[in-house]
C-alpha cells in the first residue's frame, strides 16, 4: 500500500484562512521539530503530518502551548491497521483543533507491529485517556505510561483484538 503524495490546494474564502493557519503550523514544526517530522500531506483541506514516535509528546506538548498555535483540543485518536503486508503495519492518528484559531490538524504516528507501543499524551491532552484505552483494546496498541490502560468495550476474557484484520470473522 503506498501513501498518497502531497497534494496542491485550491480554495477561496474561509478556506484560505485554515490552509495559511495550517501553512504557519507546518513551518513552525519544521523548524523546531526538524529530524521528527517524517512526511507531510495535504490533501481535501486537511493537513496531516507524520511524527516520529519518539517526539509525539514533544510536538503535541509544543502544538498545544505555543501562543501561535494553542491546538489545545484533542477531539479524536484512534488506531489504524494497514494490513498485514504493510509496513509499518499500524498508525495511531490523532485529531488536533485550535479553538483560538479555529485550525484543524492531523498527526499520524506509524507504529511496527513487533513493537506495538507508543507514548500516551494523556499527560498533555486528558481526553487521550479513554481514546487510548479503547485504540488499546480494540486494536492491540499500547500506550507507554497510560495511568489505566486496560480494556474498555470488550468482555476481559476475549482474547485479541477486534479491530485488526487478522481478527477473526466467526468462531471466536
Not at 112 to 127: F, S
Request: with cysteine; hydrophobic share 40%.
Amino acid at each position: 500500500m503506498s501513501e498518497p503524495k502531497a497534494a496542491t490546494v485550491d480554495a477561496t474564502g474561509d478556506d484560505l484562512a485554515l490552509i495559511k493557519g495550517a501553512t504557519d503550523t507546518l513551518a513552525q514544526l519544521r523548524q523546531r521539530f526538524q529530524t521528527a517530522i517524517e512526511q507531510v500531506i495535504v490533501q481535501h483541506g486537511e493537513v496531516t503530518v507524520y511524527v516520529s514516535r519518539a517526539a509525539i509528546v514533544d510536538v503535541a506538548r509544543y502544538l498545544r502551548d505555543e501562543p501561535k498555535l494553542l491546538f489545545n483540543l484533542l477531539s479524536d485518536l484512534c488506531g489504524v491497521d494497514r494490513g498485514l503486508e504493510a509496513d509499518p503495519r499500524f498508525e495511531v492518528v490523532y485529531h488536533l483543533f485550535s479553538i483560538p484559531h479555529g485550525y484543524r490538524l492531523r498527526l499520524k504516528v506509524r507504529v511496527p507491529e513487533q513493537d506495538c507501543e507508543v507514548p500516551t499524551l494523556v499527560g498533555i491532552y486528558p481526553t487521550a485517556e479513554w481514546h487510548e484505552r479503547e485504540t488499546f483494546d480494540l486494536m492491540g496498541i499500547r500506550f507507554t505510561n497510560h495511568p489505566d490502560l486496560r480494556k474498555i468495550l470488550t468482555p476481559d476474557d476475549l482474547e485479541g483484538h477486534p479491530l485488526r484484520k487478522d481478527f477473526p470473522l466467526q468462531g471466536y
